[in-house]
């Protein structure tokens, strides 16, 4: 695969509008390179074909920027996906809850909007096709946290404070709803791909009504969100939530591409975790907040948490392939290197120990070969510095909630950040 550098990725998405944190700055870019998460120092990155560095952009925090609002590939909003910026972290161990948190509890503030989502869900899929019902009714019926809309709710009423919204739109809602209906249309998908037989306890779609049902009814359940998300007549908003349907189909095309190749590097697989995580989430965060009619700049802000959140949802998700036994994950240990799916832990191992690359490449065809792979990243650091990976986005989500008045809204959005670390503690 070709060695791909922020420099050098070409904006692909035109149109956008340009949002401005309140200056009419917008000179250039500071460049520097990745940063070494484990070890906070600049290095280059030893894998394959000799050293290479990877160059970065950051927007320098003493100045304000014009920029593009959604382009992962080459800056999202300013600050390229893999780097940080502003102040020193703000998850300090000390001031993390001592207890652990709670979903139900973090959601308890929302709890009323939750329940009255739930009872939504399946009447806005429609009865016009009882197969695609039944579908609905499996997948919505299996549960789950409800994260997604969860910060929906959160977003919209944390920021109507700002604005002294009493009570939340008909928009919020149905945003919370279609968000929701686009996740789970995303499962549907990823079970056929990845041809998983059970989801959230229960068996699949494509288990129990066959591959060509289930493809069917994701493509169903993606257009009847594609109508809601229309009826909204937001143009800022449409064209926020229309971008991640393409983000998820480039995020799997990203991630079939680069299988077994370990000159992937850290860029490439942030971005392919923005396309298939973090992108619904900060349109999720980003639209509550559009909907409250709070400045731009705030709107913003929401982007970049809901962003930096699902970053770290994702890489916290990675770190327990490898940590979590296979009764914990309902998936053997390992499971993503085992189909060549490189994530962060590997990436970071690959740089320390030669021999990874030898066992990645040959696709594990020897005995015993996945599990001393699995061994090596283990040993050699890549779990560490995942962590450390996960800890940063975490720090930035927080920081991006600074623009926030205190509330139990924002404690709960801060909570969140603060869960998904608890994940790897």
Not at 121 to 149: D, T, Y
Request: contains cysteine.
């Amino acid at each position: 695969m070709m060695s791909m550098t922020w420099h050098n990725l070409e904006f692909v998405r035109t149109g956008l509008d340009l949002v401005s944190c309140g200056c009419s700055s917008n000179s250039s870019f500071d460049r520097f390179p990745v940063r070494n998460y484990a070890k906070g120092v600049h290095r280059s990155v030893r894998r394959g074909h000799g050293a290479r560095k990877l160059s970065c952009c950051r927007r320098d925090i003493g100045r304000c920027r014009v920029l593009p609002t959604k382009t992962p590939e080459t800056l999202v909003n300013g600050s390229p996906i893999g780097i940080s910026q502003g102040p020193a972290p703000v998850l300090d161990k000390k001031e993390e809850f001592r207890s652990p948190i709670s979903v139900t509890n973090l959601f308890q503030v929302v709890a009323d909007d939750l329940q009255t989502l739930n009872k939504n869900l399946l009447s806005i899929v429609g009865a016009e096709n009882p197969v695609l019902m039944s579908a609905a009714e499996q997948i919505f019926g299996a549960g789950g946290k409800r994260m997604r809309p969860a910060l929906v709710f959160l977003v919209s009423r944390a920021t109507a404070e700002i604005v002294g919204l009493k009570e939340l739109t008909k928009e919020h809602r149905r945003l919370a709803e279609i968000i929701e209906m686009i996740h789970t249309a995303s499962l549907i998908h990823d079970d056929v791909l990845d041809e998983s037989d059970m989801r959230r306890g229960k068996e699949t779609v494509h288990q129990l009504y066959g591959t060509r049902v289930a493809v069917l009814a994701g493509d169903f359940m993606f257009a009847q969100s594609s109508w809601y998300l229309a009826n909204l007549e937001n143009l800022e908003v449409i064209k926020l939530i229309s971008q991640v349907i393409k983000d998820f189909a480039s995020g799997e095309i990203k991630q079939a591409s680069s299988l077994f190749d370990c000159d992937v590097e850290l860029e490439e697989y942030l971005i392919k975790s923005y396309y298939k995580t973090a992108s619904l989430i900060a349109a999720s965060t980003k639209g509550a907040a559009i909907f409250s009619s709070v400045d731009s700049s705030v709107s913003e802000q929401m982007y970049q948490y809901g962003k930096n959140l699902g970053l770290s949802f994702q890489v916290v998700d990675d770190v327990l392939d490898f940590t979590q036994s296979a009764e914990q994950l309902g998936k053997p240990a390992g499971s993503d290197l085992a189909k060549g799916n490189l994530t962060a832990p590997v990436i970071f191992a690959l740089e320390e120990e030669p021999k990874l690359k030898e066992l990645i490449e040959s696709e594990f065809c020897e005995t015993g070969s996945l599990d001393e792979a699995i061994g090596i990243v283990k040993s050699c650091g890549g779990i560490e510095r995942a962590r450390d990976l996960a800890k940063e986005k975490a720090d930035l989500a927080i920081q991006n909630l600074q623009c926030l008045p205190q509330s139990t809204f924002r404690l709960a959005l801060e909570g969140m950040v603060r869960y998904n670390l608890e994940r790897i503690d």
